[in-house]
């Protein structure tokens, strides 16, 4: 004689596909549930989370910067605007007001005006970040985008209105 318990493991086992696709359609009909319960596992399994993570890290540290270097060349767009925020960050020149989609289409432009003239293209700064007169913040107002050889001449030591700057 089979128990309950018995009925309901030979029930799910020979309806395996019925049951996954009723969870399926249960998680996209109930996202705001699953996405609680999901933080709720995370903050009750914060400490072992982060160790799976970290050995994870550990075991593959190969894997992982393969797959960071590949994503930096097919997204050098992305890549380049992240890295000069996160260096303007650090220097505290991104204002409250920082809106990084305006941000992100000087880079866009930059790499596009590259490859239709086939000269090299670079995002300046009009006010550089660092200078020892004046330093600039990290914000589309503050951008132009201008070929490399004319950036690496202004350097930081030029900007609009320098006038009575020694």
């Avoid at 951008?143 to 050889?149: D, F, G, H, N, P």
Wanted: proline letters at 4%; a positive charge; glycine letters at 2%.
């Amino acid at each position: 004689m089979s128990t309950k318990a018995e009925d309901k493991k030979s029930w799910y086992e020979a309806n395996k596909e019925k049951v996954a696709e009723y969870n399926r359609e249960w998680r996209k009909n109930n996202k705001l549930k699953v996405k609680a319960q999901n933080a709720r596992y995370r903050e009750k399994n914060r400490e072992s989370l982060n160790e799976k993570c970290r050995e994870y890290s550990r075991t593959n540290r190969e894997s992982i910067n393969a797959t960071k270097r590949a994503y930096k060349k097919k997204n050098p767009v992305v890549h380049r605007e992240s890295r000069m925020r996160r260096y303007a960050q650090k220097i505290k020149a991104v204002p409250p007001w920082f809106d990084r989609v305006q941000v992100k289409a000087f880079y866009i432009h930059a790499r596009f005006m590259t490859e239709q003239t086939g000269v090299p293209h670079e995002v300046d700064h009009i006010v550089p970040l660092r200078s020892e007169f004046v330093c600039g913040l990290h914000c589309h107002q503050n951008l132009q985008v201008i070929t490399q050889a004319e950036n690496r001449k202004k350097n930081n030591r030029y900007w609009p209105d320098m006038m009575g700057v020694a």
